[in-house]
């Protein structure tokens, strides 16, 4: 039986039908991406599926017991209480048991004969249930799940209140995640996680999750690594795909176009039927065979009624081309010994970026990575001149002509529609080009504004649109530079693979550096983004800063930097396991050393195991030798702060380290007895 279904819902908005007779059912454990372009009506259907919304028609039935969780846009959070607070918050009935057994306690002083066998029968019940909730880990919980998402200790004593959006976003999610429902709806969850963040996520829900997940996201990695399924909403219905986890939203695309190629030549048959059959109508509708055409003719009708094909929507979603710019100079930037850095609240220093020296050449494509408020923006400010930096300067090259979309929204005319503020900006951009009408509606359009949204004044948009309608105009200005700061945040996953294939690269394994310009943009590109396909699509070099201060300079684009990562990780595990191992060996040395002095005390203790009196010395040397290695490699990786963000891996070092001690003593003092002998 499906923890929640929905049947034949249907749901319009005033005249337009967003959802038409949509049916969706989830079983346990399963891992559903929601995708489609923006307006389809993906979050209504989320909506009613959570009970948040109570759709026209249709119903929503769910398992008895069943406990649906939904990340809501904007959480309504206690400004009163702290960041850590609040997240404990999602263990109240857990807080509600301890209440419980605390009271027991205290009655148990008390208490005598039967009153004292009922609460001690109580007490193991409430241990019981303590226990089988996680009830004496949640905190390690809580600091996994905050930390995974990006907090630090510092912020958890913040009130909820002086959080910003995407902080009480993050917040919102964690609560969520702490509270383990049994299905759980997400809307765009990464949408303000860093992609240290979107790392955590996936694998939290990949591997430690146990419930249901239905997620709507632009993040085609992790769609591609989390959901085993993929539903798309189109014209207010819904298409099911099967994926398999690893590739999913690569087999989606496969399957739909598939799908689509076989509608498409289905309706374009049928046409052709109709089309002859017409032809035969015209011709004949005047002479001797009259009665037969209108015969043919009433058929015609009725089957152009009855039919239930239609033509498919198209995949093209934007197409445009970017216009040629002109050529700037061979160096578009040069920096040495760039420095930056302010005092916090408390006034300590932060450093964002120092000494850093870089040369960004014509027509190369930089991205520039690392966790949110490391100072990305800042270091884009300051290249371009519009922020002086504590040390180091900034040559720009010549002819440069800069587009730049920021995050932050700029003030638009609120009585102006779309096509008419893309005519205004081109017309101010480049005058001796100017977008006729028809052209700057042909470009709306290539960005999903519909006709009537093209005259709809920009001041009813959401920010979302009109961040779209920037981001039109920007492209369409003839600049040699982009800088796009965040630009996918605001697109449905086919635009912003149309956006993307204009900027795109062709990966080339012969070339020496990673990527050649392969899409419309012949110019330079300075790419923020924590999307990871649009990165490794896009850029073939990385500024990377770590949020300390530091930066790295990489070659090649985001795929490539974190198989790097990985590898020196690896790398670097190797050798503390070595060093672990040789300091074990020494270790074991030196305790031989001390029970061959003639003062070493007699070992009175004469039982051990049949199993261990049965293995060789040799054996138990090297079991020995292995268990101190093992113990001090895994001391090792608890001391890298960076693991506490995996709060499943810390368990299981933290696991599998009490069972190697608990070996490890009757293993040692089988070897000190032999050497008594």
Same mark, same amino acid.
């Given at each position: 039986?499906?923890?929640?279904a929905?049947?034949n819902?249907?749901?319009s908005?005033?005249?337009?039908?967003?959802l038409?007779?949509?049916?969706?059912?989830?079983?346990?454990g399963e891992?559903?991406?929601?995708?489609?372009?923006?307006?389809?009506?993906?979050?209504?259907?989320?909506r009613?599926?959570?009970?948040?919304?109570k759709?026209?028609?249709?119903?929503?039935?769910?398992?008895?017991?069943?406990?649906?969780g !939904?990340?809501q846009?904007?959480?309504v959070?206690d400004?009163?209480e702290t960041?850590?607070?609040s997240?404990e918050a999602?263990?109240?009935?857990l807080?509600?048991?301890?209440?419980?057994?605390?009271?027991?306690?205290?009655?148990?002083?008390?208490?005598?004969?039967?009153?004292?066998?009922?609460?001690?029968?109580?007490?193991?019940?409430?241990?019981s249930?303590i226990?089988?909730a996680?009830g004496?880990s949640i905190?390690?919980?809580?600091?996994?799940?905050?930390?995974?998402?990006?907090?630090?200790?510092a912020?958890?004593?913040?009130s909820?209140?002086?959080?910003?959006?995407?902080q009480?976003?993050?917040?919102?999610?964690?609560?969520?995640?702490?509270?383990?429902?049994?299905?759980?709806?997400?809307?765009?969850?990464?949408?303000?996680?860093?992609?240290d963040?979107?790392?955590?996520?996936?694998?939290?829900?990949?591997d430690?999750?146990?419930?249901?997940?239905?997620m709507?996201?632009?993040?085609?990695?992790?769609?591609?690594?989390?959901?085993?399924?993929?539903?798309?909403?189109?014209?207010?219905?819904l298409?099911?795909?099967?994926?398999?986890?690893?590739?999913?939203?690569q087999?989606f695309?496969?399957?739909?176009?598939?799908?689509?190629m076989?509608?498409?030549?289905?309706w374009?048959?049928?046409?052709t039927?109709?089309?002859?059959?017409?032809?035969?109508?015209d011709?004949?509708r005047?002479?001797q065979r009259?009665?037969q055409a209108?015969?043919?003719?009433?058929?015609?009708?009725?089957?152009r009624e009855?039919?239930?094909?239609?033509?498919?929507?198209?995949?093209?979603?934007?197409?445009?081309a970017?216009?040629?710019a002109?050529r700037?100079?061979?160096i578009?930037?040069?920096?040495?010994?760039?420095?930056?850095?302010?005092e916090?609240?408390?006034?300590?220093?932060?450093?964002?970026?120092?000494?850093l020296d870089l040369?960004?050449?014509?027509?190369?494509?930089?991205?520039?990575?690392?966790?949110?408020?490391?100072?990305?923006?800042?270091?884009?400010?300051?290249?371009?001149?519009?922020l002086?930096?504590?040390?180091?300067?900034?040559?720009l090259?010549?002819?440069?002509?800069?587009? !730049?979309?920021?995050?932050?929204?700029?003030?638009l005319?609120?009585e102006?529609?779309? !096509?008419?503020?893309?005519?205004?900006v081109?017309?101010?951009?480049?005058?001796?080009?100017?977008?006729?009408?028809?052209?700057?509606?042909?470009?709306?359009?290539a960005?999903?504004?519909s006709?009537?949204e093209?005259?709809?004044?920009?001041?009813?948009?959401s920010?979302?649109?009109?961040?779209?309608?920037?981001?039109?105009a920007?492209?369409?200005s003839s600049?040699?530079?982009?800088v796009l700061?965040?630009?996918?945040?605001?697109?449905?996953?086919e635009?912003?693979?149309?956006?993307?294939?204009?900027?795109?690269?062709?990966i080339?394994?012969?070339?020496?550096?990673?990527?050649q310009a392969?899409g419309?943009f012949e110019?330079?590109?300075l790419?923020i983004?924590?999307?990871r396909?649009?990165?490794d699509?896009?850029?073939?070099?990385?500024?990377?800063?770590d949020?300390?201060?530091?930066?790295?300079?990489f070659?090649?684009?985001?795929t490539?930097w974190h198989?790097a990562?990985l590898?020196?990780a690896?790398?670097?595990?190797?050798?503390?396991a070595e060093?672990?191992?040789?300091?074990?060996?020494?270790?074991?040395?030196?305790?031989?050393a001390?029970?061959?002095?003639?003062a070493?005390?007699?070992?009175?203790?004469?039982?051990?195991?049949?199993?261990?009196?049965r293995?060789?010395?040799?054996q138990?040397?090297q079991?020995?030798s292995?268990?101190?290695?093992?113990?001090k490699?895994i001391d090792?990786s608890?001391s890298?702060?960076?693991?506490?963000?995996?709060?499943a891996?810390?368990?299981?070092?933290?696991?599998?380290r009490?069972?190697?001690?608990q070996?490890?003593?009757?293993l040692?003092?089988?070897?000190?007895?032999r050497?008594e002998?």
């Amino acid at each position: 039986m499906p923890l929640v279904a929905i049947a034949n819902i249907a749901h319009s908005f005033g005249t337009r039908r967003i959802l038409d007779g949509v049916s969706l059912s989830i079983e346990a454990g399963e891992r559903v991406g929601v995708v489609g372009r923006n307006g389809s009506g993906k979050s209504t259907m989320l909506r009613a599926m959570g009970g948040l919304l109570k759709a026209d028609q249709g119903s929503v039935s769910l398992a008895r017991g069943c406990r649906i969780g !939904y990340l809501q846009q904007d959480p309504v959070l206690d400004p009163d209480e702290t960041l850590r607070g609040s997240a404990e918050a999602a263990f109240a009935e857990l807080h509600r048991l301890h209440q419980e057994l605390d009271a027991v306690f205290g009655e148990m002083a008390h208490a005598r004969g039967d009153a004292l066998d009922r609460l001690l029968k109580k007490q193991s019940r409430l241990e019981s249930q303590i226990e089988a909730a996680g009830g004496y880990s949640i905190d390690h919980k809580i600091d996994a799940v905050l930390h995974g998402l990006g907090f630090v200790d510092a912020q958890f004593a913040l009130s909820t209140g002086v959080l910003s959006g995407g902080q009480r976003a993050r917040l919102s999610l964690a609560r969520l995640l702490l509270e383990e429902p049994d299905v759980l709806l997400l809307d765009e969850p990464t949408n303000h996680l860093d992609l240290d963040g979107r790392l955590w996520l996936e694998s939290f829900l990949r591997d430690e999750f146990r419930g249901a997940v239905v997620m709507i996201s632009h993040d085609r990695y992790l769609l591609d690594n989390v959901v085993t399924r993929i539903v798309e909403v189109e014209q207010g219905r819904l298409i099911d795909y099967p994926a398999p986890k690893g590739s999913a939203y690569q087999t989606f695309r496969r399957l739909r176009a598939e799908r689509r190629m076989v509608q498409l030549r289905a309706w374009e048959a049928q046409e052709t039927k109709f089309k002859a059959e017409q032809r035969f109508i015209d011709r004949y509708r005047a002479g001797q065979r009259a009665k037969q055409a209108k015969g043919r003719e009433s058929k015609l009708e009725r089957a152009r009624e009855q039919t239930t094909l239609e033509r498919p929507v198209e995949l093209g979603t934007m197409r445009f081309a970017l216009p040629p710019a002109p050529r700037s100079g061979e160096i578009v930037a040069k920096a040495r010994s760039l420095t930056k850095r302010y005092e916090d609240e408390d006034g300590n220093e932060k450093k964002l970026f120092e000494k850093l020296d870089l040369t960004i050449a014509r027509g190369e494509r930089v991205g520039i990575i690392g966790p949110n408020g490391a100072g990305k923006s800042t270091l884009v400010k300051c290249l371009l001149g519009e922020l002086e930096p504590n040390e180091g300067d900034v040559n720009l090259g010549a002819a440069l002509v800069v587009g !730049y979309f920021r995050q932050t929204s700029v003030d638009l005319d609120p009585e102006m529609p779309v !096509y008419r503020y893309l005519q205004s900006v081109i017309q101010k951009e480049t005058p001796d080009r100017p977008l006729s009408e028809q052209a700057a509606r042909d470009l709306a359009g290539a960005f999903l504004f519909s006709g009537d949204e093209q005259i709809a004044p920009l001041g009813r948009m959401s920010g979302g649109e009109r961040g779209r309608a920037r981001l039109a105009a920007l492209l369409a200005s003839s600049k040699n530079v982009l800088v796009l700061d965040e630009p996918t945040n605001h697109l449905d996953i086919e635009s912003a693979e149309r956006v993307e294939s204009a900027l795109a690269l062709e990966i080339e394994a012969t070339s020496e550096r990673p990527g050649q310009a392969g899409g419309d943009f012949e110019g330079t590109l300075l790419l923020i983004s924590h999307d990871r396909a649009f990165i490794d699509a896009c850029c073939n070099r990385l500024i990377v800063l770590d949020g300390h201060g530091r930066t790295e300079i990489f070659e090649g684009n985001y795929t490539q930097w974190h198989q790097a990562q990985l590898t020196r990780a690896r790398e670097q595990a190797a050798r503390d396991a070595e060093a672990a191992r040789a300091q074990a060996e020494a270790d074991r040395k030196k305790r031989q050393a001390e029970i061959q002095k003639p003062a070493a005390k007699p070992i009175t203790k004469t039982s051990t195991s049949d199993k261990l009196s049965r293995m060789k010395t040799e054996q138990l040397e090297q079991r020995i030798s292995d268990i101190e290695g093992r113990i001090k490699a895994i001391d090792a990786s608890l001391s890298d702060g960076g693991v506490w963000r995996d709060h499943a891996k810390c368990d299981k070092l933290g696991k599998e380290r009490t069972a190697l001690v608990q070996e490890l003593e009757p293993l040692e003092f089988e070897w000190m007895r032999r050497a008594e002998e």
